[in-house]
């Protein structure tokens, strides 16, 4: 059973920075996609960025050029590092994974979550 145990977030300013992680050991496995996904008060979940075995990423329209996900070289923690932040970046946040068998990084193939993190930008 793979466990996410994420940290980081918090309280900023509009403008400023912040860095999620998430400690998921992904070395034991071939084959996976890990995501950061958040939750807008009153809104669906969302996904924000996806990175795969390979090293491939991708993100939403909505945070290109000003959100970067990362793992370290261990593959043991997954990051999301944040910049220039917007009041509309308000959400919980969650880093999910698939792995092995797996033909999708969207939320719905994700089989492990966080337990989230809030991160709440003031304007």
């Known amino acids: 059973q793979l466990q996410l145990v994420q940290s980081g977030g918090g309280s900023v300013q509009a403008g400023g920075s912040l860095r999620l992680s998430c400690t998921a050991p992904?070395?034991?496995?071939?084959?996976?996609?890990l995501g950061w996904f958040r939750q807008a008060p009153g809104k669906e979940r969302e996904g924000v960025a996806v990175?795969?075995?390979?090293?491939?990423?991708s993100y939403a329209d909505f945070v290109k050029g000003r959100f970067t996900i990362s793992q370290d070289n261990a593959k043991t923690t997954l990051y999301l590092q944040m910049s220039d932040l917007k009041p509309e970046d308000t959400a919980m946040y969650y880093c999910?994974?698939?792995?092995?068998?797996?033909?999708?990084?969207?939320?719905?193939?994700?089989?492990?979550w966080g337990n989230g993190t809030l991160v709440t930008i003031s304007s």
């Open positions: 999910a994974a698939v792995v092995d068998d797996w033909d999708s990084c969207a939320e719905y193939s994700m089989d492990y």
């Open positions: 992904m070395y034991t496995y071939d084959t996976y996609c």
């Open positions: 990175i795969d075995s390979d090293d491939s990423s």
